[in-house]
Structure formats: structure tokens, C-alpha cells
């Protein structure tokens, strides 16, 4: 259920990229580039969240989980979901709204009541039977490693931070996420 904190937490995601140039990290003048093609309907669905740059609306989060869902107007659901404190924490729920912009390129809003604060949501890779996915934003305070399982071979995670890489992040600051 979302909660008015959760609601608050949500401004704080959506706030910082549509306000502020940050830049916490990586470079946020240096070009970035989502994916040429990207299937929304394939691209529908449970992802786990396999590492993220630390932010404050997932401080203390473990066993996150991402879910998309088209709906008929459009429009895209967005349920997030973490446990709290340790992977069998207590379920914290965030629901929100994405709406395609362009290529790779999404607007994300958990704020219903706040409609016009919309937060960049790029997809910078996909890989072809869309298993894994590297999400990020031009400010570059924020970006996530996904992938349909909770665990990612080596190989694909070295794939990911080179992606993330060549879109002007540094990604020693990349934490993984826990999941049981």
C-alpha cells in the first residue's frame, strides 16, 4: 500500500533529476545514449534490481523488484517494491506511472497528486532476450543494473558496467542488491 511517506520518498526520486544537474556520479555533460529499439511489451514485467547507485529513497532496501505493466491508455504502471532493513524486512510498495517519450526514453512519476514532476528514465541496454537491462538518467545521479532473476552471471554484470561506463558513469560507487 502506498503510504504519504512513501509518496515523499517517491518526490525525492523524481525531484533531484528534474531540478538539479548533479552529476553525483559520473559526468553529466558527457553524451548519453539509450537503446536504438525497445519493446515495451517485452520489456513489461518483473525485473530484479541487481545493483544501484546509492540513493536516499532505497536507503536500507533489500530484495528490490521492479514491475511494469502496460496499461490501455498507454500509459505504463510502475510497482516498486523493497524489503526493508534485511531481505525479510517489512514489504515497502511505491507505485507510480511511465509514460514513453521516445526511443529507449521513458517519464517516470510516483507523485500522483504532484502529475507535472516527472523523472528521466533511460534505458541504455537491453540484451536481445531481454534478460538484463541497464537503466539510467543524463544527470547521472541515479542508474540500476536489472535483470529478470535475482542473480546475473559475471559476464553479464561486466557487460552492464560497461555500458554504464561508456554513458559517463563511474561505477565504483555501484552497489549490488541483496536478494535471498
Not at 19 to 33: E, L, M
Not at 81 to 106: F, H, I, Q, W
Not at 153 to 180: I, Q, W
Amino acid at each position: 500500500m502506498k503510504t504519504l511517506s512513501s509518496a515523499l520518498i517517491a518526490l525525492g526520486l523524481v525531484l533531484p533529476s528534474a531540478a538539479v544537474a548533479g552529476g553525483r556520479y559520473g559526468d553529466d555533460a558527457a553524451p548519453i545514449a539509450t537503446v536504438e529499439r525497445l519493446d515495451i511489451n517485452r520489456y513489461a514485467g518483473l525485473w530484479y534490481e541487481i545493483a544501484r547507485f546509492p540513493n536516499r529513497f532505497e536507503r536500507n532496501c533489500f530484495a528490490v523488484t521492479a514491475e511494469y505493466t502496460l496499461r490501455d491508455d498507454g500509459t505504463v504502471g510502475v510497482t516498486n517494491t523493497c524489503r526493508k532493513g534485511s531481505v525479510d524486512g517489512r514489504v515497502d510498495v511505491a507505485n507510480g506511472s511511465a509514460r514513453v517519450e521516445g526511443v529507449g526514453r521513458l517519464s517516470v512519476n510516483f507523485v500522483s497528486f504532484l502529475p507535472f514532476i516527472r523523472g528521466d528514465y533511460f534505458v541504455l541496454d537491453v540484451t536481445p532476450d531481454y534478460s538484463m537491462a541497464v537503466v539510467g538518467e543524463p544527470g547521472r545521479d541515479y542508474g540500476w543494473i536489472l535483470a529478470r532473476s535475482p542473480a546475473l552471471s559475471e559476464g553479464d554484470y561486466n557487460r552492464a558496467l560497461s555500458v554504464l561506463e561508456r554513458n559517463g558513469y563511474r561505477t565504483e560507487g555501484l552497489e549490488r542488491v541483496v536478494h535471498p
